[in-house]
């Protein structure tokens, strides 16, 4: 039993203690060594704009989205390109040989003739497609043709001609709407491509602030751990002193021990979190790895203070429908199926087409020695190789109908024959430049005009095209009202979370300057014998949790901020980023 001198001595130690406690801990306790100084490279201090930056540079998901819509822009390109003129040419020679039946082919003692001819053939025409369902073509096509039978005419005959030739669609794929189908589809996807980049920029910006913020919050929990750990090992040594001056059983040094060491594993913890954070920081922002980067820690220079927000909540549900990219991509997938569907109903009609054609033929001719071979046919001179018998041609009308300019009957050779009212004079040359002059004066016009109507039976194949646009209509107009439905949700819950933030920061900061004047209060009682070790210990997690659960509110309160301006499709003009 502890006499009543003791009793004095006791409580003069524990009135004396806050004054003496460091000298009393330097006489009895080894002098505390100095905190030691973190080895390893230097901190690489970062902004949240810096990481910002960074992601929008080098991420990887950004980097692949963007190529999308240059890739459907040529899409839109290719499907344009069906309303591209065309140009063509063509040129042919043909050489041929074959034998003769023709009676003003016969050769020496009867034998066969080999007829030669020689062909040449030269096309150029222009083709072109309209976007209201009609086409046209022109071709202008030049042929010489040269033979060397006594029945050509012409040894050389220059033939031209040119065609034009109107199509146009009057029932089935009639109009601007039909046949630009596939350039709208293309160009919906192309606007959705931007979209889908657009989400992709926003979603990598909340997630780099995310990354950003809990990073901000690990080191902030880091440092809690470390003053949680600071202040068990301050009563830890409160307690020392007391059980050497008798005022404390021995048990209530094991008791801080332990609870130190149990703070020690939240430091390493909260050390290992921080890791965690960076590594996750560093992902999202693809952080090069060369330069030691990724082994550099990273210092967050920006705090997560508290920035008033009200809120609106019909002016953000507005907003929301007309800037976010997932409503826009709804919205383009469903003018895609109107058009898909209009497409397939202009194809339940029947076929009726309009053909119009107008052509323009030209003929010239080098008439070579073709006089000398029809006066040798029409004179009876045996000059056929078959002496004492008539020539061919005699008694046929030919030789009849040919009358020499110098009055004899039959014509010699060397002299002009009149056919009709064509004159031929021995040795006369034409060309392509001959027949053109036809096309030109318009001398051999033709034309025509048809219609064709085609009826399908049955059109089964018109008809499930039809009816499964009508159904991808309807399946796109329910996607689009659950896109809005989901993003009615998300704006509501981010301005819910806003406005509860407040109020947990509110609570939170409250709570922190409680529970500290609990902990000072019940650190008083204990120097002063009126608590226990457990009791302290006690105090300090409740202010310790206090601490992470502000900490945990105000990151939360700023994650929630950005939520709000994501689900609204807003987040760029927040950050001030220029998505392009």
Known sequence: MMTPSKYALVLAIGLAWPATRAGAAAQEQPPTPPPVEETGPPPVSLSLADAIQMSLKNNLDIKIAKVTPQIREQDEAFQEAAFDPNLGFSATYQDNSRPSSNVFDVGAQGTLVSIDSKVQNYQAGISDRFRYGASYSANLDLTSFTSNSANAVFPTTYQASLDFVYNQSLLRNRGREVNETQIVIAQNNQAIGKSQFRQQVLDTLKATEDAYWELVFARQNLDV????????????????????????????????????????????????????????????????????????????????????????????????????????????????????????????????????????????????????????????????????TGDPGEGDGICEGAQPATGSNPAGPGETLTFGNLLLAQGADQGFADALKNITGGDFPSWSVSLFLGIPLGNRSAEASYSGSRLAKEQSEIRYENALLNAEVQVRTAARAIVTGKKRIDAAEKNVELQRKKV???????????????????????????????????????????????????LDDYLKVNVQ
């Open 520 to 570: 000072e209060a019940e650190q008083k009682k204990f120097e002063n014998g009126m608590s226990t070790s457990f009791q302290v210990l006690t105090f300090q997690n409740d202010l310790i949790t206090a601490l992470g659960t502000k900490n945990r509110a105000l990151v939360d309160y700023r994650k929630a901020l950005s939520a709000l301006e994501q689900a609204k499709g807003t």
């Open 225 to 388: 751990s470390k003053e949680a750990l600071g202040l068990a090992g301050e009563l830890l040594k409160l307690n020392k002193i007391k059980v050497q001056v008798g005022t404390l059983p021995p048990i209530e040094i094991t008791q801080a021990d332990a609870e130190v060491a149990s703070r020690e594993q939240g430091v390493i913890v909260a050390e290992n979190a921080v890791s965690d954070a960076e590594d996750n920081l560093r992902r999202v922002m693809n952080m090069p790895k060369d330069g030691g980067s990724w082994d550099k820690p990273i210092a967050p220079s920006d705090e997560p203070l508290y920035v008033e927000r009200p809120v609106d909540l019909p002016r953000e549900l507005e907003t929301a429908v007309s800037h976010r990219p997932d409503l826009e991509q709804a919205r383009l997938n469903t003018k895609t199926s109107d058009s898909r569907l209009a497409f397939d109903r202009n194809q339940l009609k029947w076929d009726l087409g309009l053909r119009a054609t107008y052509t323009l033929a030209g003929l010239a001719g080098d008439s070579g020695d073709f006089l000398t071979r029809v006066a040798t046919a029409c004179a009876d001179d045996g000059v056929d190789g078959i002496p004492a």
